[in-house]
């Protein structure tokens, strides 16, 4: 018996990385997971490695289109009628990230993937969690909605702060009503984000950064939390964290 039976655990940016870590966690915990991304074919093989011993459903969607995050909500009420967890993960980064490169296309990219898709998602997550007094969102943003530095850019920071605005506003309304936000700040992770980095990051450097399934397992431990407490918000970093080691080594 799992911790997580009969819940039902939507899933987003679920094909990889942090999403893929967190939606195989959840399932060995006995949640029914619903598998959200852009490309099918990972979403499909996650949901094959789940359907071994679990339950998952695959519902592709752009995030960034509000009437298609509206219509994985019509499925998971019409196949549900319910939803205990929103792992509010899917999020985009672009090479040229920064003020000197920046063009108004890539602010969009960079807005809508990782500001207006998790907006859209939590309104779909909200009546379903409501109408049971009962429910829990997490939310991936990362260290760069906590803390401005210069690895993400201007735009990826601003809109993973807007995320940790979010989350905070989620518990101060609702609350009354149950439900429980978590914002989860990761530090570097070694997932395919990085292939977008200006500065290539070498497989020596990925293997000291925080590993999807890292995150994944402190995703678990969050969904299985009691009612009453919510973990407002959460940091993970690898000891080797690049930035202080940069810092040390200007010191000396």
Known sequence: MGQLDGKIAWVTGAGTGIGEAAALALAAEGATIILTGRRPAPLEDVAR????????????ADLTVAAQVQQVGDYIRKTFNRLDI???NAGVNIVDRHWSKLTPEGIDTL???NLNAA??????????????????IIHTASMAGRFIGGFSGPIYVAAKHGIVAMSHGLNMEECVNGIRSTVFLPGEVATPILDK??????????????????????IRYIACLPK????????LSPTWNRSYV????RKL
């Open 49 to 60: 490695r789940i359907n071994q011993t679990g339950t998952a459903h695959v519902q592709p």
């Open 86 to 88: 929103l792992v509010n």
């Open 111 to 113: 807005v809508h993937g």
């Open 119 to 136: 907006l859209y998602c939590v309104t779909v997550a909200l009546p379903f969690m409501r109408a049971r007094q009962d429910g829990l």
């Open 197 to 218: 980095r200006p500065i290539p990051v070498t497989p020596e450097e990925r293997a000291r950064m925080v590993q999807p399934a890292d995150c994944g397992d402190l």
């Open 228 to 235: 009453h407490v919510v973990m407002n918000e959460v940091h």
């Open 246 to 249: 940069a810092a040390l080594q």
